[in-house]
């Protein structure tokens, strides 16, 4: 991947923060209303709440489609994608570290100095307060050719993680479409709703809520759009991995050639830390009095 790939990775989606309690499981739209302010300021006049929630079942599983900030919405465990040899704090990882403290993101610095990298699928889960759990899956960056299975892989294990740990409710974040994600949003919706149906199909039953955000309102309207047709249209029933595409050329061409090697971690160091210093810049004007009526502070 070239220096250029990969600063066009630095666009993502960025969750923020609110407060969730265990075992409660509100319907959708009262999901949607309890930001419903906040998205539509943050936002413009492009209200995302007018994408109206949308409800499916996968086997005794139940699918929750929604936007907005994933630490919104009340749940007993909270999904948060990590790299496979470091910690995320940035994106929803910061999103977790405002709202629920540190203490997920010690842990799994504290797993990858004890036991070394991870493998990339793998769920590992942390207790947090309130007997909230966050489950952590090592899916960030995999690249282009394993990330597709990697998300069906983590979605499933976090899934059984979450069931052994007696949870009724899950929230995810759209996997894989992340500033170094490499999946368009279908193909993340295909892989998600694969590795729920592995689950469903064992016998599993919980109640997932996949949030969708993004900063571009057309983008999180064309997400969102993404995730609804393959739910309601089951394409995602037997899907097969797939080579990574988003980063494709208008005629569906990988722009990197396949058999370049990954970039040199240097490339990759520099793009983290000037995504997480993006976020930061951002984080910082929001919480500027005057402007934080305008990012609904």
Known sequence: MSIYGVSQKLSGNLAATSSASRNHQPAPQAQADAFHQSLKVRFGSSDPTEIQPVQGKIGDTTVNLTVGDMTAIPASAYVLPEFNDSASDSGVGGAIIRKFGRTALNDYIHLLQTRGPQQYGDAHVTPIQ????????????????????????????????????????????????????????????????????????????????????????????????????????????????????????????????????????????????????????????????????????
């Open 130 to 297: 309130d007997g909230k759990y966050i489950i952590h899956v090592v899916s960030a960056d995999s690249g282009r050719d394993k990330e597709f299975k990697t998300i069906q892989d983590s979605v499933y294990h976090a899934l059984q993680q979450a069931q052994e740990k007696g949870c009724e409710s899950i929230v995810m974040p759209t996997l894989g479409t992340g500033a170094l994600g490499d999946l368009t949003d279908e193909q993340s919706a295909k892989a998600m709703l694969s590795g729920i149906k592995k689950f469903a199909d064992e016998g599993g039953h919980l109640t997932i809520t996949i949030a969708v955000a993004d900063l571009n309102p057309n983008d999180l309207q064309k997400k969102f759009q993404a995730f609804q047709n393959v739910l309601e249209s089951g394409s995602y029933v037997n899907a097969k991995p797939e080579v990574g595409t988003r980063w494709a050329n208008p005629g569906g061409v990988v722009q990197e050639n396949a058999n370049v090697p990954p970039p040199p971690p240097t490339v990759q160091a520099t793009a983290q830390r000037s995504h997480t210093f993006l976020e930061s810049f951002i984080n910082w004007l929001r919480n500027l009095p005057i402007l934080k009526f305008f990012f609904g502070g």
